[in-house]
C-alpha cells in the first residue's frame, strides 16, 4: 500500500533561516513524488516535482530512494513562503499517473 | 492558472441525501480526478475518469460515483449521504503527469 508521512504537522521559523520539510514515502513501485502548496484563501497548487529536478520559488527536494524522503528544504525562508505544504505520491510507471497519495500536510509559519 | 472550476463552492445536506457536484476543465485534459480532503486532513483519491472511463478507484464505496463528458466536464455523485461525507471535495485535471486543483466544493451533511 502506498503511505506518504509528513511528520510535523507544524513548523515555525524566523525569516531568513533555513526550512526542512520532511516527507517519507512507501511504495512497491516507482515512485513520482510532488510537492504542492496551498496558501490562505488559494486552491492547491503544485510546487515541485522530483522529475523536474527544479529549484521553484528557492524550494528545492530531492527524491532519496534509500531512505523513501522527499524533503523540501530552502536556504533562507521568506515570510510569503508561510502556508500548508503537502507531500504527495503518485505512480510514475506506464501510463498510469495521477491517483495521487498526499500526506497529511506540514503548516509553515515564517515569523518576521 | 489551468483554469479548473467547480460549482457550487458549498452546499448543504441532510442525511441520506443525494449530491451531484461538477467539475470543468480545460480542454484538452482528459484525465480528471476527485479527491476527499477532510478537514485537518490531506486530500483522499476518490477515483479517476480517462476519456470518460473510470480509470482508477481509492477506498471509496460504491455510493460515490462519477462521470465524465465529452466536453472535459465531469460529475462527482455521492448517494445515501452520510455525515462523515462532510468535506471538501477536489476536482484535478492533468497535464504532462502533474494533477491541478480546482477550488474545492465546500460539503456539510447534517
Known amino acids: 500500500a502506498q503511505r506518504v508521512t509528513q511528520p510535523e504537522k507544524l513548523l515555525s521559523v524566523f525569516k531568513g533561516a533555513p526550512v526542512e520539510l520532511k516527507c517519507n514515502y512507501s511504495?512497491?513501485?516507482?515512485?513520482?513524488l510532488f510537492w504542492y502548496v496551498q496558501y490562505s484563501r488559494q486552491r492547491l497548487q503544485l510546487l515541485l516535482r522530483h522529475i523536474s529536478r527544479e529549484s521553484i520559488k528557492g524550494f528545492t527536494a530531492d527524491l532519496n530512494k534509500g531512505e523513501t524522503s522527499f524533503h523540501l528544504k530552502k536556504p533562507f525562508a521568506q515570510e510569503e513562503d508561510s502556508a500548508m505544504y503537502y507531500c504527495?505520491?503518485?505512480?510514475?510507471?506506464?501510463?498510469?499517473?495521477?491517483?495521487?497519495?498526499f500526506g497529511q500536510g506540514t503548516i509553515l509559519t515564517v515569523h518576521p | 492558472e489551468t483554469g479548473v472550476t467547480q460549482s457550487p463552492t458549498h452546499l448543504i445536506k441532510t442525511r441520506g441525501q443525494q449530491v451531484t457536484l461538477r467539475c470543468s476543465s480545460q480542454?484538452?485534459?482528459?484525465?480528471v480526478s476527485w479527491y476527499q480532503q477532510a478537514l485537518g486532513q490531506g486530500p483522499q483519491f476518490i477515483f479517476q475518469?480517462?476519456?470518460?472511463?473510470?480509470?482508477g478507484r481509492g477506498n471509496f464505496p460504491p455510493r460515490f460515483s462519477g462521470l465524465q463528458f465529452p466536453n472535459y466536464s465531469s460529475e462527482l455523485n455521492v448517494n445515501a449521504l452520510e455525515l462523515d461525507d462532510s468535506a471538501l471535495y477536489l476536482c484535478?485535471?492533468?497535464?504532462?503527469?502533474?494533477?491541478?486543483f480546482g477550488p474545492g466544493t465546500r460539503l456539510t451533511v447534517l
Open positions: 511504495y512497491s513501485g516507482s515512485p513520482e
Open positions: 504527495a505520491l503518485g505512480n510514475a510507471g506506464g501510463t498510469s499517473y495521477g491517483k495521487l497519495t
Open positions: 480542454s484538452g485534459h482528459n484525465t
Open positions: 484535478a485535471s492533468s497535464l504532462d503527469r502533474a494533477e491541478f
Open positions: 475518469y480517462y476519456r470518460e472511463e473510470e480509470n
